[in-house]
C-alpha cells in the first residue's frame, strides 16, 4: 500500500533536519518505540510496540537511512518483525523551507504487511500509519519549538514525550473520527439515493 502526506514544522529547515536525525529525540517521538539504538552512522535498532484494532505486539527491527542531502531530502527503508507478522517498507522525505520560517515536509512511500497483521484489512492499517506518523510528527515539532525555545533562553532543553498511552489515545481517536465520517458519507449518500426514489413516486404520482 502506499503512504503520501505533507506536515508543516514551526522552525528553520536546519533545526528540522537536525531533530528529524537525533536518536534520542526519535526514540521519544515515535509512537510506541520501547527502544532505538543508533548502531552506525545512518542505521537504527529498535522495538516497537504496535496496536491496530485487536492487533497488538512487539516488534524487532531497523531504521536505515540513505540518499541525504543535508537539510532537503532523505529516504527512510524500515523492516519489523514480531508475533502479529512483519512490516517492511521504504519512503522519501523533502524539506521544504517556506517564506514564514516554518518547514513543509512531504513524504510518499510504500508499505508491506504479512501474517496475522495483514488480516486486519488494508483500510485499517493505511489509518492507522497515517495516524502514527500524524503522531510521530506532532511530537517531533514540539520537540523542535522546545529546542529553539531553551536556545534562545540559553537553558537546557526541558522537553517531556507523549507516554504510550497517549499516544495509543490520539491514534484511536484519529481512526474513530475516520470510521464516523466514512460512515456519515455513506449516510449523506443513502439520504440522496432516497431523495430521489421519493422524488420519483410523488413525480408519478402527480401524472397518473
Known sequence: MKLSGEYIFDGPREVVWEVVRDPEVLATALPGTQSLTQVSDNEYEGKLNVRIGPV??????????SNEKPPESYTLTVEDRGGPG????SGDCQLVELDDGTTLMKYEGELQVGGTLANVG?????SAANSMAKQAFEALNR???ERL????EGRAVEYTAPSEVEFAAAVAKDMVGEVFTSRRKWLVIVFIIIGVLVAGVWAARRQS
Open 122 to 126: 488494508q483500510r485499517l492499517i493505511e
Open 149 to 152: 525555545l531553551a536556545e534562545a
Open 86 to 89: 512483519f512490516g517492511q517498507g
Open 56 to 65: 497488538v505486539g512487539v516488534f524487532s527491527g531497523k531504521l536505515v537511512v
Open 143 to 145: 520537540a523542535l519549538k
